[in-house]
């Protein structure tokens, strides 16, 4: 083990610069060097703090990750101070940091946290559905394909999840959630959280993918109630499962994942799917 060298994970504010903690500041004020995922953005905040940097100031982001991750476990094992701060919240949870978290456990170097805001607790606080459970899926990927797949996988997840979503691609991502999850699937759309132009839209999946048919602008967490056994939507279901028999699954086949992901009673939806195949057969 490495005695000398401290990686520091150090939380910033995800909109409003007053809510940077004091262990933020202290930690800044002491590290031997600071990676930050936007240099100019971290001199910004500490303008507004008043706070000079006296350690030196690397980037440290997705496209530099791989690359600066050996130099700064270096500079770890020589017994520097390093911290690593990103754009908003804490690094690693859906922003650069883990390759860093990873390379320094394995060099021995310890690794602690200066704990900041979090988009993705914030929003789950603020938008009214349950929090005793939940899950955090941050990005969805991009295509639509892999994207519509990732959503059925939890079509059946009772908890609480929790989502990152760009604003140009928040409308495809909720008409994917509103068809994987039903219609009247309860969610929230927390847009520039703790921001002046703060915005939480609270409703059923179907109004707030018609809702962000808008121009939608800033930072944008999605909260989306898990499923509600009592409250399983057959016709979803039955969607589904068509859909794998579009895609070449057997029926049976097709009914048995559906149903299982839709927590919905396997033989009526067996016998729902017969009967809507014979009114498309042509006569």
């Given at each position: 083990m490495v005695d000398e060298g401290l990686l520091v994970l150090a939380g910033t504010p995800i909109g409003d610069w007053r809510q940077a903690s004091p262990g933020l500041v202290e930690a800044l004020r002491r590290a031997d060097l600071i990676a930050a995922e936007d240099t100019r953005r971290l001199r910004r905040l500490a303008d507004r703090l008043e706070l000079e940097l006296t350690a030196p100031l690397v980037s440290y982001f997705e496209g530099n990750e791989t690359d600066r991750t050996p130099g700064l476990v270096e500079a770890l094992?020589?017994?520097?101070?390093?911290?690593?701060?990103?754009?908003?919240?804490?690094?690693?949870v859906s922003d650069p940091g883990y390759r860093l978290v990873r390379a320094a456990i394995a060099a021995g170097v310890r690794v602690t946290a200066v704990p900041g805001p979090s988009a993705a607790l914030t929003a789950l606080a603020v938008s009214g559905l349950p929090v005793d459970r939940f899950c955090f899926e941050g990005f969805l990927p991009r295509r639509p394909g892999p994207r519509r797949a990732r959503l059925a996988e939890l079509a059946a997840e009772p908890r609480?999840?929790?989502?990152?979503?760009?604003?140009?691609?928040?409308?495809e991502f909720l008409a994917d959630a509103r068809d994987s999850f039903?219609?009247?699937?309860?969610?929230?759309?927390?847009?520039?959280?703790?921001?002046?132009?703060?915005?939480?839209?609270?409703?059923?999946l179907t109004e707030l993918a018609t809702w962000a048919e808008g121009?939608?602008?800033?930072?944008?967490?999605?909260?989306?109630?898990?499923?509600?056994?009592?409250?399983?939507?057959?016709?979803?279901?039955?969607?589904?499962?068509?859909?794998?028999?579009?895609?070449?699954?057997?029926?049976?086949?097709?009914?048995?994942?559906?149903?299982?992901?839709?927590?919905?009673?396997?033989?009526?939806?067996?016998?729902?799917?017969?009967?809507?195949?014979?009114?498309?057969?042509?006569?």
């Open positions: 094992q020589t017994g520097s101070t390093v911290v690593l701060v990103t754009d908003a919240g804490m690094p690693s609480t999840m929790v989502f990152f979503e760009a604003p140009h691609r928040l409308a039903g219609p009247q699937r309860a969610g929230a759309i927390c847009r520039e959280l703790t921001k002046t132009y703060e915005e939480v839209v609270r409703g059923p121009e939608v602008r800033g930072e944008v967490t999605v909260v989306v109630a898990g499923l509600d056994p009592d409250q399983a939507d057959p016709a979803v279901a039955l969607a589904w499962a068509e859909r794998l028999v579009a895609d070449g699954a057997k029926p049976a086949a097709a009914v048995a994942e559906a149903a299982r992901r839709h927590a919905v009673d396997r033989h009526d939806l067996y016998q729902a799917l017969l009967a809507r195949r014979a009114q498309t057969r042509p006569s």
